[in-house]
């Protein structure tokens, strides 16, 4: 890889969203240790930057709740540890026990992979660092508490994920990727390249979907939690169905590629009105205006009447049973987009 690729792929990767994050991340440490330090008898409260940078490391939008995760964890972790060492004292062996009550109690209760890791690692600390007269269980809950609350102010009242546009970003990648793989398999059947309509197929089945669904969910989840984002509900209903009906398209999408591959295998003489229906399909989901999406659909219409006529193989059959649903799916996903702009 030359120069200039390695930069763009830094470029990319360093996005104005991941530099925000970034210097939020940043703030929110010496917020937390600034914090802490006013507290009595809390000299060195280096738990609570690092607790407001965990917390911060989540998935944008699920920030808030990797905070009280954590929180939890931690919590769990203090309690275990104390009590191991007021009944047994420290020791390796009061460590192994320690460690093995955290783990047992938080996968007990089916706790995630936060709250595991964070039970053992605080009654490990606890244990480890425990000296006569000292507090070190109350300060790390304390930390705990201070960076997890500074998070969650940043995470959840100051700066909350963007709902809408987080839907609408994944919404957007789907329908560019699966509107390229339908192109490519009218360029495949265009040129009646078996390879490139396997490669096609390929692209198809690459498309993940449920990225869309995930981002729904996360959506609604921030509406119902951030006080900022509640007035979203409504355009966000119509935003989800739009997704939901180009995600059910993605099927279709492998049914129109499959189809295609087997109509340059079996009727080849039919590949251009092939072409001509794939290309439509792929116009279709890339136009996002309804009136423009509208007259695509016309047009795939009179694809799929021209293939009928003009090919009766498996092949052919496939392609337009798949198209008229797949037309139905983005159909409705253009009128739920045309409803949310009315909004």
């Known amino acids: 890889m030359d120069l200039r690729a390695e930069l763009e ?6 996005s104005p969203g991941v530099l925000w994050r970034i210097l939020q991340a940043a703030v929110a440490a010496g917020v937390s240790w600034e914090l802490a330090l006013q507290l009595p008898n809390h000299g060195r409260p280096f738990f609570a930057p690092i607790a407001a940078v965990i917390a911060l490391g989540a998935e944008h939008g ?9 929180m939890l964890g931690v919590a769990v972790g203090i309690l275990v540890g104390a009590g191991i060492v007021a009944a047994a004292g420290v020791g390796w062996w009061q460590l192994v026990l320690g460690t093995l009550a955290s783990l047992v109690i938080t996968y007990a209760a089916g706790a995630g992979p936060l709250v595991r890791n964070q039970a053992a690692a605080s009654t490990i600390l606890i244990v480890a660092l ?10 790390r809950l304390v930390d705990a508490l201070v960076g997890g609350a500074v998070a969650i102010v940043l995470a959840q009242l100051l700066f909350p994920i963007d709902p809408v546009e987080h839907v609408l970003d994944e919404t957007r990648r789907l329908r560019v990727r699966l509107a ?20 096609a197929l390929a692209d198809v ?30 355009l966000l209903e119509h935003l989800g169905l739009a997704a939901h009906e180009l995600s059910a398209a993605v099927a279709d999408a492998h049914s129109v590629a499959s189809g295609g591959l087997r109509l340059l295998e079996t009727d080849p003489g039919a590949a251009a009105e092939g072409a001509a229906l794939a ?19 016309e047009r795939v ?18 392609m337009t049973a798949a198209a008229r649903e797949l037309e139905r799916h983005a159909l409705r996903a253009a009128e739920a987009r045309a409803s949310a702009r009315a909004l």
Do not use: F, T, Y
């Not at 792929?9 to 360093?14: D, E, G, K, M, N």
């Not at 981002?215 to 979203?232: D, I, K, S, T, Y």
């Open 279 to 297: 290309e439509a399909l792929a116009g279709l989901v890339r136009s996002l205006d309804l009136e423009e999406s509208r007259a695509w659909s």
């Open 205 to 234: 089945d690459r498309i993940d979907e449920r990225r869309v669904e995930g981002a729904l969910a996360l959506a609604r989840e921030v509406v119902r939690r951030a006080p900022r984002r509640r007035r979203q509900r409504g």
């Open 62 to 70: 699920r920030r808030g709740k990797q905070a009280v995760e954590m």
């Open 130 to 139: 425990h000296q006569p007269g000292s507090n070190i269980a109350v300060q």
């Open 9 to 14: 792929l830094v470029r990319s990767r360093l």
């Open 301 to 318: 219409a009179d694809a799929v009447a021209v293939l009928d006529a003009a090919g009766d193989s498996i092949g052919a059959g496939a």
């Open 180 to 199: 390229d793989a339908l192109a490519r398999v009218g360029r495949a059947l265009a040129a009646r390249d078996v390879d490139d309509a396997r490669a």
